[in-house]
């Protein structure tokens, strides 16, 4: 009997093992409450204190745990300037990784914003083309340039600029992929990134003006190297009347990259000129053209072939 009564519940029992099960919701309740009361305050003392990194942490803390909460909307409304706010700072005192890291989380809620992505690849696209140049942030820059080459054909614009330039934008961030295509030896696509750049500023000065010059590179290194190859071969097959497959092979490819850096030289120069470059970025070009030129075509002593070229590149004849 007594062990039946003990381990039968009655009605009280079982109405108290009820409340206790529920008794912990109100002090649960009551905690949360303090905690996000807590959480609204660490940011506020934060804004108030103009610790303004702290105060964007703290924000972006209480909405992951709070995206609901009573000042939710409040905090949203103050962080995005917050948060664009903190980009500038970090852009203007040249904390690229900062800039991309702010950047990043801005994106992640509003994807489409292209003044953002424009600030960034533009942030990149200054170490890129510094001196020296800094390549440690130019795989972001490229991503953020081709983003925003997506953006801006499909007729985005930048918000609050009431005069936007399609094609020079086009253009700067067509160059910041080729210019690290170059870099990472792609060479193909970034002949053709300086090409497609220059098509959309042909007349700009620090943008085709940089990607003729980088062609110029390009086309001397290809051409040195090909000069190599033939050098290469033995003298008596070089000079044989009746030259074998191997010379000929060489020296085809060896005209094929002379005529390509003078094509390329020559557009370089050619501009140069015409923007009045100063001397010593044009001279030493042309003084390499005349070179290459006399020895691809010996029979031209007067140049006069070479005259044409220039003249066919927009360069008034003397």
Same mark, same amino acid.
Request: glycine letters at 6%; charged letters at 20%.
């Given at each position: 009997?007594?062990?039946?009564k ?15 099960a529920?008794? %912990? ?10 905690d ?25 803390e ?52 292209l ?14 083309l ?19 080459i ?30 690290v ?49 033939y ?9 044989? %009347? ?17 005529d390509?850096y ?53 360069? %008034?004849?003397?």
């Amino acid at each position: 009997m007594f062990l039946r009564k003990t381990l039968a519940p009655t009605a009280v029992g079982i109405l108290l093992l009820a409340a206790l099960a529920v008794a %912990p919701a109100a002090p649960v309740a009551a905690q949360e409450i303090q905690d996000e009361g807590a959480a609204y305050r660490a940011w506020h003392a934060a804004s108030q204190a103009g610790d303004s990194a702290k105060a964007v942490a703290a924000a972006k803390e209480y909405l992951d745990k709070y995206p609901t909460g009573q000042y939710a909307d409040f905090i949203k409304k103050w962080l995005g300037p917050a948060q664009m706010a903190a980009l500038d700072a970090a852009i203007k005192e040249k904390r690229t990784a900062d800039a991309l890291a702010v950047g990043k989380e801005i994106l992640a809620s509003d994807p489409e914003n292209l003044n953002v992505v424009y600030a960034l690849a533009s942030q990149v696209r200054a170490e890129v083309l510094g001196r020296p140049p800094v390549w440690d942030n130019a795989a972001a820059g490229v991503e953020y340039a081709k983003k925003g080459i997506a953006m801006v054909d499909s007729g985005k614009t930048l918000a609050g600029v009431s005069t936007f330039d399609k094609n020079a934008t086009l253009a700067w961030m067509t160059q910041l992929v080729a210019v690290v295509d170059h870099k990472n030896g792609n060479v193909a696509e970034a002949l053709q990134g300086y090409e497609k750049s220059t098509a959309y500023a042909p007349g700009d000065v620090l943008i085709a003006g940089q990607n003729l010059r980088r062609v110029v590179a390009i086309r001397q290194n290809a051409y040195g190297e090909a000069v190599k190859a033939y050098n290469a071969l033995p003298e008596a097959d070089r000079g044989a %009347p009746e030259p074998n497959e191997a010379v000929k092979a060489a020296r085809a490819k060896l005209n094929a990259e002379a005529d390509a850096y003078i094509d390329a030289a020559a557009a370089f120069v050619a501009f140069g000129r015409a923007k009045n470059l100063p001397a010593a970025a044009v001279d030493p070009v042309n003084q390499t053209l005349e070179t290459v030129y006399k020895s691809r075509f010996p029979e031209d002593a007067t140049l006069d072939g070479l005259k044409k070229i220039l003249a066919a590149k927009g360069l %008034p004849a003397a």
